[in-house]
């Protein structure tokens, strides 16, 4: 299964700083950096998880794969944009 699309490196990097600045609107400064440090903690254990897969084939060891369907996938990713939904509404609810 492949959750990246097979789009232009350019105009994903480009989607990237769309969404950037997508965020940043209605964000204090201090909301800002915290929404910031979350989501580059996130990118750190992606790219720590891609790091230590290339280590694991380098010395010969498939690690384990993620069996998981479309389905549990989809029911993960609902539950992580619901929380998100919510924190962000509660975010907003606090400026007021």
Not at 26 to 37: F, I, R, S
Not at 48 to 60: I, S
């Amino acid at each position: 299964m492949n959750l990246i699309p097979n789009i232009n490196p350019k105009l994903f990097s480009l989607s990237a700083v769309i969404v950037g600045y997508l965020l940043i609107d209605d964000l204090t400064a201090n909301e800002q950096n915290a929404l910031g440090n979350w989501l580059m903690l996130v990118a750190q254990v992606i790219s720590t998880n891609a790091f230590y897969r290339q280590v694991m084939q380098e010395r010969g060891l498939e690690p384990k794969t993620n069996d998981y369907s479309k389905n549990e996938i989809t029911n993960m990713l609902e539950k992580m944009v619901k929380a998100l939904e919510q924190e962000i509404n509660d975010l907003k609810g606090n400026n007021n």
